[in-house]
């Protein structure tokens, strides 16, 4: 059962942008921990970007000032906007969610192990 499913990858040039979406069915966004990556052929796959339960954010250096993230929570979707994209950007991207843990000494904490993938979303940004 696909418990994410992601959306909005494509094909652009260098420069361009895409909205990718992630929408859990398992999941509230506005409390889940979230992730977006990406695996490049032949590579390993690597973060991109996170977005905690407490609405912080973090953002791979690779990325860093392109990704954007934001939310419909009528929808219950995640938005990631990547701009300003380069044919390095090019892969499959998987959204990811867990529930956040708690602990008496932390409260409330995402562990960033992500229970659940979803398929993946491909772009592809040629130059």
């Known amino acids: 059962q696909v418990r994410l499913v992601e959306s909005g990858g494509g094909s652009v040039q260098a420069g361009g942008s895409l909205r990718l979406s992630c929408t859990p069915s398992?999941?509230?966004?506005?409390?889940?921990?979230m992730g977006w990556f990406r695996q490049a052929p032949g590579a390993e796959r690597e973060g991109v970007a996170r977005i905690d339960h407490d609405g912080s954010t973090s953002v791979a250096d690779s990325v860093k000032g392109r990704a954007t993230f934001s939310k419909d929570n009528a929808k219950n979707t995640l938005y990631l906007q990547m701009d300003s994209l380069k044919p390095e950007d090019t892969g499959m991207y998987y959204c990811?969610?867990?529930?956040?843990?708690?602990?008496?000494?932390?409260?409330?904490?995402?562990?960033?192990?992500?229970?659940?993938w979803g398929q993946g979303t491909q772009v592809t940004v040629s130059s």
């Open positions: 398992a999941y509230s966004i506005s409390s889940a921990c």
């Open positions: 990811a969610a867990e529930n956040p843990s708690f602990t008496s000494s932390r409260g409330w904490y995402c562990r960033h192990e992500y229970n659940d």
